[in-house]
């Protein structure tokens, strides 16, 4: 709905609910103890005949020694003894029957959604105020966005019996936030053709954001363009971002997990091979000579990944100072020049390796720091025995540089 009141009041209010559901279909997954039982085939005492060594002894032991070891050891997708089982020859075509047994469909769903609604007012307050050089263009308005996310699973990888899930953790989750947001903007126009200021325009904007998942967060922007002279534009702005986490961040099932890290970097072979204050960070965590067990480092490390419900935003500061030069005595020519400054703090990343954290950890000025936070040691022998390698808000990034380009057009007879 929007409509016009006057040239200093413009409204429009909207609402758009959006929803996607997908079905991703394996029409044959491998199910690894259907498969096991499936080759592990004998001849009928009785028939002579091919069949399944559980349908003679459904007591038969699970294969073991060379085969890949199943996530889940046994026979758990079907009983044992109960005539299902068909028999497979690996040294022939497989049979439709056979692939049929160890062969199965399996389904994951993932549904999105998304309602919004937004209210905006417009305007110029040339009607009741005007500046020397303008009215005061604004905009003022709300939003309200709800958004949530669910993913089911097939019940045979949930309890790790497919092929795939041996290779992924699938763990159903349904998360989702809601935010109320407040915004504002105003292009004031200061000055108008006087000298060397044909135009000066001051643009600001700010939006306060409250989310169920992070609390409240400010967004703010200021920029002035200065136009001295009809060849020569300077502009400049300072911005404040901010990237509340998305659901999936937040929301993604934990799970801890038997993990490992390649080496320890406080252990007596690695304690110089790091930064200058590797040594004294180690020393508050290890006794004298501390030599990690290896068997520790790569099995016994509990690792904890996933989603993280303490995630608070990613702030951007971004701060740009530029020239527009088009010259009257070289028509056709223009001229652009930007210098930004880029600094983005509390970033978000995921799936950090265990062995970074730990490494961080210690190779930081202090032990002060946020990858010390995610790691366990034993008090009595040093070693390392958990790491928090969920989502974490860790990532700095910060750049600057100068963008420009140089444009020459001109007419061919």
């Known amino acids: 709905v929007r409509g016009k009141v006057s040239e200093a009041f413009n409204y429009e209010l909207s609402a758009n609910y959006g929803r996607t559901d997908t079905v991703l279909t394996n029409a044959g997954e491998l199910i690894p103890d259907r498969f096991y039982a499936s080759v592990d085939a004998i001849a009928d005492p009785v028939t002579g005949q091919p069949i399944c060594r559980s349908d003679i002894d459904p007591n038969t032991p699970f294969p073991t020694s060379g085969f890949p070891a199943p996530a889940l050891p046994g026979f758990n ?43 905006t007012i417009t305007g110029n307050s040339a009607e009741f105020l005007e500046l020397p050089a303008g009215g005061i263009g604004y905009a003022v308005g709300f939003e309200y966005r709800d958004e949530r996310s669910a993913y089911e699973p097939d019940p045979l990888q949930v309890a790790n019996l497919g092929f795939l899930s041996a290779f992924s953790d699938d763990f159903a989750f349904n998360g989702g936030f809601d935010v109320f947001e407040g915004f ?76 490992q890290i390649s080496s320890d970097p406080c252990s007596a072979e690695n304690i110089n091979n790091g930064s200058s204050t590797r040594a004294a960070n180690c020393a508050q965590f290890v006794p004298a000579g501390f030599v990690s067990d290896p068997f520790t480092t790569q099995f016994a490390v509990q690792v904890t990944s996933g989603g993280n419900p303490n995630l608070t935003e990613e702030t951007a ?18 001229v652009i020049a930007d210098y930004y400054n880029i600094d983005i703090q509390d970033g978000i990343l995921s799936g950090v390796a265990d062995e970074v954290i730990v490494t961080n950890c210690v190779d930081a000025a202090t032990t002060n720091n946020p990858f010390c936070d995610a790691v366990a040691r034993d008090g009595a022998s040093g070693e390392v025995t958990a790491v928090q390698a969920t989502n974490l808000n860790l990532s700095a990034i910060r750049g600057e540089g100068i963008d420009y380009q140089i444009t020459y057009d001109f007419d061919l007879d």
């Open 77 to 119: 997708t079907f009983a044992p003894g109960d005539g299902s089982c068909v028999p497979t020859n690996l040294f022939a075509p497989t049979s439709a029957e056979a692939a049929n047994f160890f062969l199965l469909r399996t389904e994951q769903s993932f549904e999105l959604e998304q309602f919004v609604v937004n209210g």
């Open 184 to 259: 504002a903007e105003v292009n004031i126009p200061i000055l108008r053709d006087q000298p060397f200021a044909e135009s000066l325009d001051l643009d600001a904007s700010v939006r306060v954001a409250d989310y169920s998942s992070v609390g409240t967060t400010t967004s703010y922007a200021a920029g002035l363009v200065w136009q001295p002279v009809n060849a020569l534009r300077i502009r400049g702005s300072y911005n404040r971002s901010v990237r509340a986490p998305n659901i999936g961040e937040i929301s993604t099932p934990q799970v801890t997990l038997p993990g």
């Open 317 to 334: 500061d971004t701060f740009t100072i530029g020239v527009v030069f088009q010259p009257d005595f070289i028509p056709g020519l223009t």
